[in-house]
């Protein structure tokens, strides 16, 4: 199978594409990608000199690029998206391109090539905020944010090309996905990232927020097992099955990492801040998918690669980055 990966320098996209060429020797592997702050080619390092993985570098708006990228391809995974909440809530514009304008361009050009297989990489936060249960693929869409605005307009677009024109969607919405290679303005990433400097870790409100945590590896392993054997049109959970409080989340990469809990620093909650996200992950599992990383023994993977691969990070954490940093926690 020769597949377009978007957004394949990004933190899911190079553990997805990392994941392909591990686990099918005979797949092709196309990474498409604009190269923003998040999209790093040193994520893809070690494959770069495999024969089956080319790199286009270009924007997933622009047709022509994308025609010519998805050329000759079996099936597209689409996980290019701007994702960080943050960002979107001080400038949603970016999302509304990226994630809602770049994914009709990438349906028109799959129904213009006749793709056999569409999948539309999504997140549990197009369901909103859920009091209590967990989400399943047929509830309604109560996004509370622009980025999962944008990811909910996304989502109805690609189905609406398989209602319309029958191109072989299928949607996938992951639960907080972590592990190594992520940007680290989110936050498993930006606390181990800050606690190895010593620095306080910025918790928001009351840290009594409850997500639902996925190690990538796993998540990857479903996309590329609903890739394969999901059917068209369908929409798969892929949730990790541990709900946890951010504080709690905080108080355990601070064990990890021998430091102590006086740098944590509340500041001033995220407007519209869901409370909790739940998945029901249940049709996926029919499938034959389980995690196969518990929660612990990924969180310790994941705090220890950070640990030792401070030379991928350190770059990351200054310039732009500190500009950001500054302006979204300094003085809150």
């Known amino acids: 199978m020769k597949l377009l990966v978007t957004g394949g320098a990004g933190f899911i996209g190079s553990n997805f594409i990392r994941h392909v060429l591990e686990t099918h020797p005979e797949d092709r592997v196309v990474n498409l990608d604009t190269l923003t702050y998040a999209g790093n080619l040193e994520n893809v390092r070690d494959v770069e000199g495999d024969p089956r993985y080319r790199f ?39 999302f509304l391109r990226t994630n809602v304008g770049g994914t009709g361009t990438l349906l028109d050009a799959a129904r213009e090539l006749r793709i056999a297989r569409f999948v539309q990489v999504s997140t549990d936060e197009v369901y909103g905020s859920m009091a209590a249960g967990a989400a399943r693929e ?20 690609a189905r609406a090309y398989w209602i319309t024109h029958r191109l072989p969607v299928v949607v996938t919405r992951g639960a907080n996905t972590f592990g190594p290679y992520q940007y680290p303005e989110k936050v498993i990433p930006l606390f181990v990232t800050n606690a190895l400097e010593n620095r306080p870790l910025p918790l928001y409100g009351d840290g009594r927020q409850v997500r639902d945590w996925l190690y990538v590896l796993d998540h990857c392993a479903a996309i590329d097992l609903v890739l394969r054997h999901g059917g068209d049109g369908e929409i798969y959970n892929i949730g ?21 809990e006086s740098l944590i620093q509340p500041v001033t909650d995220r407007p519209g801040h869901d409370r909790r996200y739940a998945l029901d992950a ?10 196969r990383h518990s929660f612990e023994q990924a969180l310790e993977t994941t705090v220890g690669w950070y640990r030792t691969h401070e030379a991928w990070w350190r770059p990351l954490r200054s310039g732009l980055f500190t500009q950001y940093y500054d302006r979204q926690y300094t003085n809150r």
Request: proline letters at 7%.
């Open 240 to 260: 990790g099955g541990t709900g946890i409080e951010n504080r709690e989340l905080t108080r355990r990469i601070l064990r990890l990492l021998g430091k102590p």
């Open 138 to 157: 047929s509830d309604p869409l109560n996004p509370s944010n622009p980025y999962s605005a944008s990811k909910a307009a996304a989502d109805l677009l």
């Open 56 to 94: 286009v570098h270009g924007d997933v708006g622009d047709p022509r690029l994308v025609r010519e990228a998805m050329g000759g391809v079996d099936a597209v995974v689409h996980l290019a998206a701007e994702s960080h909440v943050d960002r979107a809530n001080l400038a949603a514009g970016e």
């Open 282 to 291: 249940s049709k996926l599992r029919a499938l034959g998918w389980a995690p």
